[in-house]
């Protein structure tokens, strides 16, 4: 059991969180205890397991569009994918504490439908519901809508900071303030009035309901550029990252914490939760050749042979999974062969001679090279030792919690919440019931809703501030290069 000194900090709490996988690449299809990924008692089954192991919330993402390789439905995507509220409010009526995190478009929709969707969410499960905002710029999925792909990718963070403020907006319209935060001054009442007028949006009218007991469903963000994180710092209560490293974990940790405190925020307002894979066993040796199993279920040949066309361009059918990498060099101008994916690779070239050069200096055949450098297990171990690894990242400021990724679906979270989860609460490091409140904000220690008004100031002074340092910055280069050319003038003057 860790111990700390009496005049040590308390241990930081660990937070645990679950992501039904769907169609994520994680996923497991030909495992015989897998189950299917739309069926209603897949996640129902599911959503009872995470919330018997005490976790903050389910998580679900969404595609608005199949993923298409070479001009067919990417193989993953062949279950389709069921929409997500729908989804979350029949989990609602299973479920008693669990939050409900739903990833939706701030591109493909609009703030009364989506304000309404969630408020509703938020009713219906008694305060447990959360957005996960994400952006979409690209005409692939926009072509299932009218508009099409028409959005600049330089504007997909400021229309969706846009749209939460006007969802906030419209969700405080909705009744009595003290009455939708659970107070005494009796119920809420719908048909509250809300305007909105800005650059995307112009918008007024009547909600037609009543705060819910959030007010603000909890905001998700899950990008992670330099404006994501901005955006994220300005207008988001939760960050879901892929930093699953100890180091980089507390590298972005950090950079998170100091943009918090441009928009007057604490390090503790904003969760950070990254998504994290697991292999256990009962044994050190035991846990890492069941690793090696499961890369192995999850790569299949046709599987190794799609991933490499991603990088390479080009249509690698003839290859041999199980032989060595084409010859031929990559086609860098084809990024498009799978379309509806997001490339988290901007520049191909460099990624391909890396993996030649390992491939032939290792002897790799492309499944090998494709299982070797695609996403790894975060945590393999016994129960004991993978508890130790992730209570020593929270304690480090490297993550508040985890989102798990099993690769079964709907009993891949069995095994972990009956032998891990009993581990850190043996450490102390994790809750053994729920807390009181029963809203989603009181399962991640997140304070009560603030104004929209609030939000809004403070990212208009963090701008400002941005500004003004801006401008200062300027007028100490003019003024520099005035006094240089001063001092070259007077040089001369004195020369001559």
């Not at 897949?42 to 995470?50: G, I, P, Y």
């Not at 400021?158 to 405080?172: G, Q, V």
Request: hydrophobic share 40%; net charge negative.
């Amino acid at each position: 059991m860790t111990t700390h000194p009496a005049h040590s900090a308390p241990a930081r709490e660990v937070h645990l969180a679950a992501h039904f996988p769907g169609v994520n690449n994680t996923t497991v299809w030909t495992d015989p205890a897998g189950g299917s990924h739309i069926d209603f008692d897949s996640f129902e089954r599911f959503a009872r397991t995470a919330e018997a192991g005490l976790f903050d919330f389910l998580f679900l993402a969404e595609g608005l569009r199949l993923r298409e390789h070479k001009g067919e439905i990417f193989d993953l995507d062949v279950v389709g994918r069921p929409e997500t509220a729908t989804v979350l409010a029949a989990v609602a009526q299973v479920t008693e504490r669990l939050g409900l995190a739903g990833t939706f478009s701030a591109t493909f929709n609009e703030p009364f439908d989506l304000a309404r969707k969630l408020g509703t969410l938020d009713h219906l499960s008694a305060g447990r519901a959360a957005w996960n905002v994400v952006t979409t710029n690209n005409a692939f999925t926009g072509a299932n809508f009218r508009r099409g792909g028409y959005l600049d990718h330089a504007d997909r963070y400021a229309r969706a900071e846009d749209f939460i403020s006007a969802a906030r907006t419209i969700w405080e319209s909705g009744g009595d303030e003290a009455a939708g935060a659970g107070g005494d001054a009796g119920p809420a009442q719908p048909g509250g009035r809300f305007a909105h007028s800005s650059r995307f949006f112009d918008i007024e009218g009547r909600y037609p309901l009543p705060r819910s007991r959030q007010v603000h469903p909890v905001i998700f963000q899950a990008g992670d550029s330099p404006d994501g994180r901005d955006f994220a710092a300005g207008s988001a209560d939760v960050i879901f990252t892929r930093h699953s490293e100890l180091e980089e974990g507390r590298a972005f940790y950090a950079d998170i914490s100091r943009r918090l405190a441009r928009f007057g925020r604490g390090e503790d307002e904003l969760k950070i939760y990254p998504g994290v894979t697991f292999v256990l066993g009962d044994t050190e040796a035991e846990a890492h050749e069941r690793a090696a199993h499961v890369r192995r279920q999850q790569v299949s040949g046709p599987g190794a042979i799609a991933f490499l066309e991603q990088l390479w361009g080009r249509d690698l059918t003839a290859c041999d999974p199980d032989g060595p990498l084409p010859e031929i060099d990559p086609d860098f101008d084809n990024a498009d062969i799978t379309r509806g994916r997001v490339r988290h690779v901007k520049d191909p070239r460099p990624v391909a001679r890396a993996w030649r050069e390992r491939a032939e200096a290792e002897g790799l055949s492309i499944r090998e090279l494709v299982i070797e450098v695609s996403a790894r297990h975060s945590f393999v171990g016994t129960p004991g030792r993978v508890a130790e690894q992730m209570n020593e990242y929270v304690q480090q400021r490297a993550a508040d919690g985890f989102i798990l990724i099993p690769h079964l679906t709907p009993g891949g979270l069995d095994e972990f919440v009956a032998r891990v989860v009993p581990e850190l609460q043996e450490r102390g490091v994790y809750r053994t019931e729920y807390p009181e409140g029963g809203m989603l904000r009181d399962n991640l220690g997140l304070a009560g809703y603030r104004p929209e008004a609030q939000w809004a100031a403070a990212r208009a002074a963090a701008r400002a501030a941005e500004h003004s340092i801006g401008e200062r910055s300027a007028a100490d280069e003019h003024s520099t290069e005035h006094s240089t050319q001063s001092q070259a003038a007077e040089k001369e003057t004195a020369h001559v």
